[in-house]
């Protein structure tokens, strides 16, 4: 069975940081890309960073600078580093994973994607 499961998000205060991970099981995750996304309550859905299966990593404008993106093959997991975080953060965050070849991650919409995880929810504070 296919599953993706984030953790590590929760409230934190204007500049902070917070460490989000996305276990993965039930597929191949060396050979899978991987992204982040904001999903918010009216369905949108907006890529924040994502890194492929040679490494290459992808930050939205808004994130760069500030976020870090980094895999772990062996524990099939990859980290959503959050650093300065701003108020402008706050979303529920999930992890969403890309099998195929011919695309790279960040120019697939949503709809595209192979299989998401349930999300946690960052909240940030003023």
């Known amino acids: 069975e296919v599953q993706l499961v984030e953790s590590g998000g929760g409230s934190a205060q204007t500049g902070g940081s917070l460490r989000l991970s996305c276990t993965a099981s039930?597929?191949?995750?060396?050979?899978?890309?991987t992204g982040w996304y904001r999903r918010g309550p009216g369905n949108e859905c907006d890529l924040v960073s994502s890194?492929?299966?040679?490494?290459?990593?992808y930050y939205s404008d808004s994130v760069k600078g500030r976020f870090n993106i980094s895999r772990d093959n062996v524990k099939n997991i990859v980290y959503l580093q959050m650093n300065r975080l701003k108020p402008d953060d706050t979303a529920m965050y999930h992890c969403?994973?890309?099998?195929?070849?011919?695309?790279?991650?960040?120019?697939?919409?949503?709809?595209?994607?192979?299989?998401w995880g349930q999300g946690t929810q960052v909240t940030v504070s003023s």
């Open positions: 969403a994973v890309y099998w195929g070849h011919l695309s790279a991650i960040q120019d697939l919409s949503c709809n595209s994607l192979d299989a």
């Open positions: 890194i492929s299966r040679d490494g290459s990593t």
């Open positions: 039930g597929f191949a995750f060396d050979d899978s890309a």
